[in-house]
């Protein structure tokens, strides 16, 4: 039987009506109101990896076909599609952050923070945990900071397996820390002032450096009495949530001084709690941290801080699992804490 032929000029108007439909339809859904710059994207299939490592491995392997992973390049672009195709696999969804930034050579460049969290829980008690995605140029940047970034992408994926979550735990992948000011977080978190949900963070924990080839084993130090810093209340609390897994471990750690380092700035000259792992850059390794986390005392830290030599030749695969590990525990009890307890982590923090 012969079919019908539809004329070929119709069946162009139909097509082209369908495309300009779709768009729209993908316009209207990827824009929150509010118009805060949040995009949900379109994400590819990914096999799914289930080790930091792992996801280092494909960083790297992004580094070496793209160069680095500088804020608004298409290293960084590949790599975000990765984390994204990597959270889609672990059944979350990813939104971009966008905002624009001035670059080291004064360019106005767009780029943008990945936001992802899990379903169900409590919002306004979320936990964020953050690390920044991009590094900077000239670098494959594996342990500044694809190991942040590799790390939270393997808890991620540990916590949506671990089932469901009394608070909130909102992921991000930040954009541009390589950058003066740290644009990604502020950002972020200047959009939560103005949008009046500052209250709704309960603490915030950053990743940035934690597979140091001559690694220690660093907590920001809650105590530290540098008058320049706002140390907000309730940071001590969730130092111990690492302390404590770290002693149940017999792990030694020490601490390091946080001021003006890294994203976790914007949260807490806002008050919010804060707390990160750190594994060392190039400052020197003394001779009681080689007694205390082996390595070689006097030599740096990481002596390819912000070098091309940051690959994955150069990071230690051990203290990446250490921290993944450290980082999990974390995330599972302040996810389950709600800070109703005398125990609770949560209770000297930005919630009472
Ligand atoms: N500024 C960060 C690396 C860094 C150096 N010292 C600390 C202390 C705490 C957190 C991070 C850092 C960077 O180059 O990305
Ligand atoms: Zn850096
Ligand atoms: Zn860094």
């Given at each position: 039987?012969?079919?019908?032929?539809?004329?070929?000029?119709?069946?162009?108007?139909?097509?082209?009506?369908?495309?300009?439909?779709?768009?729209?339809?993908?316009?209207?859904?990827?824009?929150?109101?509010?118009?805060?710059?949040?995009?949900?994207?379109?994400?590819?299939?990914?096999?799914?990896?289930?080790?930091?490592?792992?996801?280092?491995?494909?960083?790297?392997?992004?580094?070496?076909?793209?160069?680095?992973?500088?804020?608004?390049?298409?290293?960084?672009?590949?790599?975000?599609?990765?984390?994204?195709?990597?959270?889609?696999?672990?059944?979350?969804?990813?939104?971009?952050?966008?905002?624009?930034?001035?670059?080291?050579?004064?360019?106005?460049?767009?780029?943008?923070?990945?936001?992802?969290?899990?379903?169900?829980?409590?919002?306004?008690?979320?936990?964020?945990?953050?690390?920044?995605?991009?590094?900077?140029?000239?670098?494959?940047?594996?342990?500044?900071?694809?190991?942040?970034?590799?790390?939270?992408?393997?808890?991620?994926?540990?916590?949506?397996?671990?089932?469901?979550?009394?608070?909130?735990?909102?992921?991000?992948?930040?954009?541009?820390?390589?950058?003066?000011?740290?644009?990604?977080?502020?950002?972020?978190?200047?959009?939560?002032?103005?949008?009046?949900?500052?209250?709704?963070?309960?603490?915030?924990?950053?990743?940035?450096?934690v597979a140091?080839?001559?690694a220690?084993v660093?907590?920001?130090?809650?105590?530290?009495?540098?008058?320049?810093?706002?140390?907000?209340?309730?940071?001590?609390?969730?130092?111990?949530?690492?302390?404590?897994?770290f002693?149940?471990r017999?792990q030694?750690?020490?601490?390091?001084?946080?001021?003006?380092?890294?994203?976790?700035?914007?949260?807490?000259?806002?008050?919010?709690?804060?707390?990160?792992l750190?594994s060392?850059?190039?400052?020197?390794?003394?001779?009681?941290?080689?007694?205390?986390?082996?390595?070689?005392?006097?030599?740096?830290?990481?002596?390819?801080?912000?070098?091309?030599?940051?690959?994955?030749?150069?990071?230690d695969?051990d203290t990446l699992d250490l921290m993944t590990d450290a980082?999990?525990?974390?995330?599972?009890?302040?996810?389950?804490?709600?800070?109703?307890?005398?125990?609770?982590?949560?209770?000297?923090?930005?919630?009472?």
């Amino acid at each position: 039987m012969r079919r019908r032929r539809i004329p070929r000029t119709l069946l162009a108007i139909g097509a082209l009506g369908i495309v300009a439909l779709l768009t729209a339809l993908i316009l209207l859904a990827g824009d929150r109101p509010g118009g805060s710059g949040m995009r949900t994207e379109e994400v590819a299939p990914q096999a799914q990896v289930t080790s930091a490592y792992g996801h280092l491995e494909e960083f790297q392997a992004l580094a070496d076909e793209h160069g680095d992973r500088a804020a608004g390049t298409s290293g960084h672009e590949a790599a975000a599609e990765y984390v994204e195709g990597q959270l889609a696999r672990a059944g979350y969804e990813t939104t971009r952050q966008y905002f624009t930034v001035e670059t080291w050579d004064e360019e106005e460049i767009e780029t943008f923070t990945i936001l992802a969290e899990t379903k169900g829980g409590n919002d306004d008690n979320v936990i964020m945990l953050g690390a920044h995605l991009d590094g900077v140029p000239g670098s494959p940047a594996i342990n500044d900071n694809a190991s942040g970034a590799a790390a939270l992408l393997e808890v991620a994926r540990r916590l949506a397996q671990q089932g469901s979550v009394e608070n909130t735990v909102r992921f991000a992948w930040w954009g541009a820390e390589e950058y003066r000011g740290f644009p990604g977080s502020s950002h972020y978190v200047e959009q939560l002032d103005e949008d009046d949900e500052l209250e709704t963070i309960a603490a915030y924990l950053n990743f940035d450096m934690v597979a140091s080839p001559n690694a220690v084993v660093a907590l920001y130090d809650a105590r530290d009495d540098d008058s320049r810093l706002n140390v907000p209340e309730g940071s001590m609390d969730l130092m111990e949530v690492f302390t404590d897994y770290f002693d149940s471990r017999d792990q030694p750690w020490i601490t390091t001084s946080w001021n003006y380092e890294s994203d976790q700035v914007a949260f807490a000259e806002t008050d919010i709690p804060v707390a990160g792992l750190f594994s060392g850059s190039n400052e020197r390794k003394s001779s009681r941290e080689a007694r205390l986390f082996g390595g070689e005392g006097g030599a740096p830290r990481d002596p390819n801080y912000h070098q091309p030599g940051d690959d994955l030749d150069n990071v230690d695969p051990d203290t990446l699992d250490l921290m993944t590990d450290a980082i999990t525990h974390a995330a599972t009890r302040l996810a389950q804490d709600g800070g109703t307890q005398g125990s609770s982590a949560l209770d000297s923090g930005a919630q009472d």
